[in-house]
């Protein structure tokens, strides 16, 4: 069974950037995973932030990056802003099925 | 605008079936691939099951492979995911998912705000 690693919290001070990751069990997380980065809040659905690694949807502020590092996909949030406190979930492509990892809590404190 | 939209959620016995629609708005319906993902109370989100923008080719998690069959309607812009033999473990809120692949890769854009299934006795 596929598993999908994110760190379960961080922490970050306003203003401040911080990188979250996202590794396979399977081995190095390339561009073929097609990684897509989802942000979600309390209460609400979740929303796309990042797809195929490092493209932004239209309505992603750009303080958004997404990249591939260490054999990870990663997220990296720059400046980052109170409102970013959420959870954040990678998901990735292994032909034809689909797998979440098990998401980061974001503080921003 | 796109718009997804759930429904069909509710209170099913263990054992029980029910069937979720994600009727769709805004956008060609049949030019895209659709998923369901739920998550849990408390819990992550799950991939569940996804279909092809012509319904020819499906998959599945294996935690609902053989109990749930995804489905959609072009002509009605709207799809279903049939849950059968459902478990107190299958309770969750489930969304609905737009997918879209292309020359820039896949992505998941556009969420419905979900549905809740609840498996209770």
């Known amino acids: 069974q596929t598993v999908v690693t994110q760190e379960p919290s961080l922490t970050v001070s306003p203003g401040g950037t911080v990188t979250l990751t996202c590794a396979s069990s399977t081995g190095a997380v390339t561009s073929g995973y097609y990684p897509n980065w989802f942000q979600q809040k309390p209460g609400q659905a979740p929303r796309a932030l990042i797809y195929?690694?490092?493209n932004r949807h239209s309505w992603t502020p750009a303080r958004f990056s997404g990249s591939l590092f260490g054999g990870k996909a990663a997220l990296t949030l720059s400046g980052v802003q109170p409102e970013d406190e959420a959870d954040y979930y990678c998901?990735?492509?292994?032909?034809?099925?689909?797998?979440f990892g098990g998401g980061t809590k974001l503080t921003v404190l | 605008e796109v718009q997804l939209v759930e429904s069909g959620g509710g209170l099913v016995q263990p054992g029980g079936s029910l069937t979720l629609s994600c009727a769709a708005s805004g956008f060609t319906f049949s030019y895209y691939s659709m998923h369901w993902v739920r998550q849990a109370p408390g819990k992550g989100l799950e991939y569940v099951s996804g279909i092809s923008s012509n319904g020819g080719t499906t998959s599945y998690a294996n935690s609902v492979t053989g109990r749930f069959t995804i489905s959609r309607d072009n002509s009605k812009n709207t799809l279903y995911l049939q849950m059968g033999s459902l478990r107190a473990e299958d309770m969750a809120v489930y969304y609905c998912?737009?997918?879209?692949?292309?020359?820039?890769?896949?992505?998941?854009?556009?969420w419905g705000q979900g549905t809740l299934v609840t498996v209770s006795s």
């Open positions: 998912a737009r997918g879209r692949s292309g020359s820039d890769g896949k992505a998941f854009d556009y």
């Open positions: 195929s690694t490092n």
């Open positions: 998901l990735l492509y292994y032909s034809g099925a689909w797998v």
